[in-house]
């Protein structure tokens, strides 16, 4: 009996010795116990034996991604954020804007190389304003050619009486092919009819709207009045030509300021002496100084050096009576002489330069 109880421990023992040996893990990387067997990978060397790799406990393949590792989105640049605009905005605004454009362009073109109340520019304004006409009038019939087919009510009276009728079907499909070309050619001819009247100008509209006979007496008393005690300058009145010119009444005026020839307008002036295309003038009319008009041909070249040689010195910021041109301004102290052949709402009408005269005081 004592020999079955000193027995019974050892026998009892043995199966939890061998129990505790087989929860123990040997690592075949590393040959280390595995005591902790939450985690699928060795703790002391990282290897995983599931994947068959070792990984890096410290590294890269354990780290997580943070905030503010992430690759943010770049912020557009003012040029990018431009052609984003320029891109939401529909193509046939887009090219009527720029057809707007070039028409504004042709006006001050126009405008910029031709002398004011100057043959030239009266033909650039009526040739814009022709090419505006056929502009709008070819936009408005090709969208009422658009729309005759899908309206059996649709009549020559609405070309006219009813334009948004008219434009309506253009407009419905205006993002089809093609279809942008007729409010581009009708913004061109629009903005080209403001331009060519408003920018261009050198249009005379007090002759174009003259109705009725020659200037009434009053008129003819005025002019007659006006050159009492005037003298003929001209020494040839053998032709015909210089007669009809020695008939032309004249006048004293004082010159008020000048337009700056096309090469200072464009690239400035070069020199002390400023060069000039056109004088601007003014005289007496019925005892007040009032604006007359602008002479810019037949000056002799030797009274164009005189009065260049005075420009700079004599230029203001204003002009000393209110004028309707725009010029480089100066202090009334340069006269000349003019023959004009009438006298039409205080303007002196087909003026020619005669001579320049002594500096008033």
């Given amino acids: ?13 043995a199966p939890q010795s061998a129990s505790c040996i087989a929860d123990v893990e040997i690592c075949p990387k590393c040959d280390t116990e595995r005591t902790d067997t939450s985690v699928a990978w ?6 995983h034996p599931t994947l068959d790799c070792v990984i890096d406990l410290f590294g890269d393949d354990l780290k997580q991604d943070e905030p503010g590792d992430l690759d943010a989105p770049a912020k557009p640049s003012a040029a990018q954020g431009l052609a984003l605009l320029c891109r939401s905005v529909p193509v046939w605004m887009r090219r009527s804007t720029m057809a707007a454009l070039a028409a504004a362009a042709l006006g001050i073109i126009a ?7 100057g043959v030239a520019r009266l033909v650039c304004a009526l040739l814009l304003l022709f090419v505006a006409n ?4 070819t936009a408005h019939a090709w969208s009422f050619f658009y729309a005759v087919p899908e309206s059996d009510r649709m009549g020559i009276g609405d070309f006219l009486m009813r334009p948004f009728y008219v434009w309506a079907p253009t407009m419905r499909d205006i993002e089809m092919p093609g279809i942008w070309r007729r409010p581009a050619l009708m913004a061109f001819g629009i903005v080209a009819e403001v331009v060519g009247i408003a920018v261009v100008g050198g249009i005379p509209w007090d002759r174009v709207w003259e109705i009725g006979p020659a200037e009434p007496p009053k008129q003819k008393l005025v002019e007659a009045i006006a050159n009492i005690g005037r003298e003929d300058d001209l020494n040839n009145a053998d032709g015909s030509a210089d007669a009809a010119k020695a008939a032309l009444p004249r006048a004293d005026c004082v010159i008020i300021g ?14 002390d ?12 009319v019925r005892g007040k100084l009032m604006f007359v008009g602008v002479v810019s041909g037949g000056i002799p070249e030797e009274d ?4 260049r040689k005075r420009l700079r010195e004599l230029q203001r910021t204003s002009p000393i009576i209110p004028c309707g041109v725009s010029a480089t301004w100066l202090e009334p102290a340069l006269a000349c002489r003019i023959a004009y052949s009438r006298l039409t709402d205080n303007r002196f009408r087909g003026m020619t330069y005669d001579k320049l005269l002594a500096e008033l005081p």
């Fill in 1 to 13: 009996m004592a020999d079955t109880t000193a027995e019974s421990p050892t026998t009892q023992s």
């Fill in 42 to 47: 060795c703790r002391q060397c990282g290897y």
């Fill in 111 to 117: 405008r910029l190389t031709t002398e004011p109340e």
């Fill in 134 to 137: 056929v502009s709008i009038i």
């Fill in 258 to 271: 000048y337009v700056p020839g096309v090469a200072s307008r464009l690239f400035g002036d070069s020199t």
């Fill in 273 to 284: 002496e400023p060069d000039f295309s056109s004088l601007v003038l003014a005289s007496d």
């Fill in 304 to 307: 164009r050096l005189e009065i």
